[in-house]
């Protein structure tokens, strides 16, 4: 079992930024493919990132240029860096730890992106 803590959401102004985090404990997290997705007001929930243990990346068609997933091993978190901020980035972002047939979500954190 692996758990997720994501932190970091709120309400930015667009053009601004935020940092998101993931906090995974459990048994061999390091070694889980880590990633982000986020569902809009009404939407289905979309895929943003992963990054593998070793850091490979891959995003989104859409996410690339304006966000960046990274991971630190050595605390279990992986981060979401995005800039350039609009309103249609207003969403729950969601955590995810993917090994093997496992598949582990967090809670969410809403980021709301208004004026």
């Known amino acids: 079992q692996v758990q997720l803590v994501e932190s970091g959401g709120g309400l930015v102004k667009p053009g601004g930024s935020l940092r998101l985090s993931c906090v995974a404990s459990?048994?061999?997290?390091?070694?889980?493919?880590m990633g982000w997705f986020r569902q809009p007001p009404g939407k289905q929930r979309e895929f943003i990132a992963t990054?593998?243990?070793?850091?490979?990346?891959i995003y989104g068609t859409s996410m690339k240029g304006r966000f960046t997933i990274s991971r630190d091993n050595a605390v279990n978190t992986v981060y979401l860096e995005m800039n350039s901020l609009k309103f249609e980035d207003t969403a729950v972002y969601y955590c995810?730890?993917?090994?093997?047939?496992?598949?582990?979500w967090g809670q969410g954190t809403q980021v709301t992106v208004s004026s």
């Open positions: 995810n730890a993917r090994g093997g047939v496992d598949s582990f």
């Open positions: 459990g048994s061999m997290a390091s070694l889980y493919v």
């Open positions: 990054i593998s243990a070793s850091g490979g990346t």
